[in-house]
């Protein structure tokens, strides 16, 4: 017997596009292998002690050879883990993944393929081109265009069987497929769309014909990775170019982070088409409350917490002591409404506070800002993002910053400073008033006035916002 590796299809970019069943092997992953085109952001399901693996090119132009890869998964296979191969779109797409899988055979090690959304049609579909129309194309042709220059024999075959061919890895080769198409019998004002960094907050589109499109391309600068879609179904995105319609689209933004949990801000820019990075990811580290400490909060007349995250940890601590909820201060205070939310859920009713009071016992995190009591976790930066955020840092030209919360102006200016981030050329968007007169103080200065207003809407259309995001 031996661990199991599944291979992962993670999507073509758009965090919504993994499988559940995807998702569901990240979380019980205690390996992930992870690719360039697989979004990090997917990483996050992972357990705090999975370890993360980056197979992908680094800025040295040094990747990690396919042989690495393969015995990389029967190693860890034979230490008995569960390792996940987690790859961009779908793996058996140009995705190697005959070849890791049959390493994994000859190794006797198991494993099983969880397909995902390849980039070719989901592409197509964000950019507004149905691949197959009754009335332009019966027929989709999938190809890479690595090796068509050298097996044009195939293309002509492609050429009379398909009305939409899509290449992969195709924009190296952009001119000599025009040229070959058109020599194979394509008229010269076929359609092509080229679409890069699809189903993101970056995709861009380029159309032309077979006769126009490489100056295009190269005008708008195009890169890897970009699908090109050939044929009459391009005519459709006249009509159905849905998702470049979106408003943020382009716009690149990071939203700092002062907590390990999900940033709804992140979710919510992703889907207004921005590309949005919640920034530094976190992470918690516990601290164990003594039985002493616990006597003295059932102890206590007045109880409060500063964080959500705290209520769970006092609640376990109670329990290891021999006590119980009931046992707790009739008082309780929180100073936000995700506490008093995450308190509810425990059967108890709290009172909203705008900050600490004296006589009371406080229970939260360790914090620069706030003196607690009795400390229940500390946050820290997860260190297995650290390296891919500070490529993502680098390669990004990231234009503003969105504060949630004070904490969170404290952990962007010291881990983008410690990444080299020149914070020079940002602009801010802030969730309060506060937050604003907070990171001014710091020297935040100029406002992203579409960004504010975003937040403003964003604001409404929720019921309560809390000084927790
Ligand atoms: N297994 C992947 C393909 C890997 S080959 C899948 O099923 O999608 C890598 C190529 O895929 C890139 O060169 C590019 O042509 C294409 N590709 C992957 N993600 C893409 C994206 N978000 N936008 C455009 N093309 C993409």
Not at 138 to 145: C, D, E, L, M, P
Not at 175 to 196: F, M, N, S, W, Y
Not at 455 to 466: L, P
Request: net charge neutral; glycine share 8%.
């Amino acid at each position: 017997m031996s661990g199991f590796v599944s291979f992962v299809g993670a999507g073509p970019g758009d965090i919504g596009l993994i499988t559940e069943k995807g998702i569901h092997r990240l979380k019980s992953a205690d390996v992930v292998l992870y690719d360039r085109l697989a979004n990090p952001r997917l990483l996050r399901y992972t357990k705090p002690d999975c370890r993360l693996v980056y197979c992908g090119k680094l800025p040295d132009r040094h990747v990690m050879r396919q042989e690495m890869i393969n015995s990389a998964l029967a190693d860890y296979a034979l230490q008995y883990l569960k390792v996940v191969r987690l790859k961009g779109g779908d793996p058996s797409v140009f995705g190697r993944v005959g070849e890791e899988a049959k390493a994994l055979n000859e190794a006797g090690i198991e494993y099983e393929i969880v397909p995902g959304v390849t980039a070719s049609v989901a592409a197509a579909s964000y950019a507004g081109i149905p691949v197959t129309h009754r009335d332009y194309s019966t027929s989709f042709t999938v190809r890479t265009g690595h090796y068509c220059s050298h097996s044009t024999g195939k293309i002509n075959e492609a050429v009379k069987n398909a009305d939409t061919i899509a290449y992969y890895m195709g924009i190296k080769n952009l001119p000599a497929h025009c040229r070959q198409l058109t020599k194979d019998g394509l008229p010269p004002t076929t359609k092509i769309a080229v679409i890069e960094w699809a189903t993101t907050g970056k995709q861009r589109t380029v159309e032309g014909t077979l006769e126009t499109i490489n100056v295009k391309v190269a005008s708008a600068r195009i890169q890897n990775p970009a699908m090109v879609i050939i044929g009459d179904v391009v005519t459709m995105r006249k009509e159905l170019a849905w998702y470049e319609k979106k408003l943020l689209l382009g716009k690149r933004l990071l939203i700092a982070k002062a907590s390990p949990s999900d940033s709804e801000i992140e979710r919510y820019f992703l889907e207004s088409g921005a590309e949005a990075y919640a920034f530094p990811t976190l992470a918690m580290k516990k601290s164990k409350l003594s039985t002493e400490d616990v006597e003295h909060i059932t102890g206590a007349g007045r109880l409060i917490f500063t964080a959500p995250e705290s209520i769970d940890i006092v609640m376990e601590s109670l329990l290891e002591a021999g006590f119980d909820a009931r046992d707790l201060p009739r008082w309780i205070g929180c100073l936000s409404e995700k506490t008093l939310q995450a308190l509810r859920l425990k059967g108890i009713i709290g009172h909203k506070l705008q900050k600490t009071e004296k006589n009371s016992v406080i229970v939260g995190p360790e914090s620069q800002h706030s003196k607690v009591t009795f400390s229940t976790h500390r946050i820290i930066r997860d260190a297995r993002f650290k390296e891919l955020e500070e490529r993502l840092l680098a390669e990004e030209e990231w234009e503003t910053v969105v504060f949630p919360n004070r904490s969170s102006v404290d952990w962007f200016t010291q881990e983008a400073r410690a990444a080299g981030f020149p914070l020079s050329l940002l602009k801010f968007a802030y969730i309060s008033d506060q937050v604003k007169a907070y990171a001014e103080e710091k020297g935040f200065q100029e406002v992203d006035e579409d960004i504010q207003r975003e937040i403003e809407k964003w604001r409404t259309t929720r019921s309560k916002v809390g000084s927790e995001c």
